[in-house]
């Protein structure tokens, strides 16, 4: 148990490293250390728009509800991350390792997701609206409700991610349905 504080420990300072800023604060405090250093739970929790955490190693941490509207995290490990409910749109997860990470209502519209792992990924009820998802491994990833309207394949068709994913009532690119009466 004491390794998993530890580790999130660390995943604290990075964050706060990589998410200061005016748009961060609580009640207009100039600093987030300064409103954060008792407990990280606002931080992960918290508004982290445009940080840079590429190659930051967040494997298997709690980011459920965060906001990385914008946020670089190129490289990124997030394999098994928790990110239900967070706000990614916009973000670049260019070959990041996402597999078996939980994807639950988050929002990854126009995030670019080019060459990411998203290998037995959990997003039910994701939205990932004009994403960019060329070279992406969705493989036996679970999409329940999920939403891929208007994304950007690249080389891969419409079939290929079909093919991938475990899909009910999953919208495709072009609108379609996937499994819709299962």
Known sequence: MRRVRIILVAVCTV????????????????TVA?????TCAPVARGACRGADLSGADLAGVD??????????LA??????????DANLIGADLTGAKI????????????????????????????????????????????????TFV???????TQNDLAA????CNTTLPDGEVAEPAC
């Open 99 to 146: 597999a078996g990470a939980a994807l639950v209502r988050a929002s990854l519209d126009e995030a670019n997701l080019s060459g990411a792992d998203l290998v037995r990924a959990r997003l039910s009820s994701a939205s990932l609206r004009a994403a960019r998802l060329d070279g992406a491994d969705f493989t036996g990833a679970f999409a329940t409700d999920a």
């Open 164 to 167: 991938a994913l475990f899909s």
């Open 34 to 38: 300064e409103t954060t250093v008792a």
């Open 15 to 30: 964050t706060l490293v990589g998410c200061g800023g005016e748009d961060d604060t609580a009640a207009g405090d100039s």
């Open 75 to 84: 490289g990124a490990d997030l394999s098994g991350a928790n990110l239900t």
């Open 63 to 72: 980011l459920s509800g965060i906001d990385l509207r914008a946020a670089s």
């Open 150 to 156: 208007d994304a950007i394949l690249g080389s891969a």
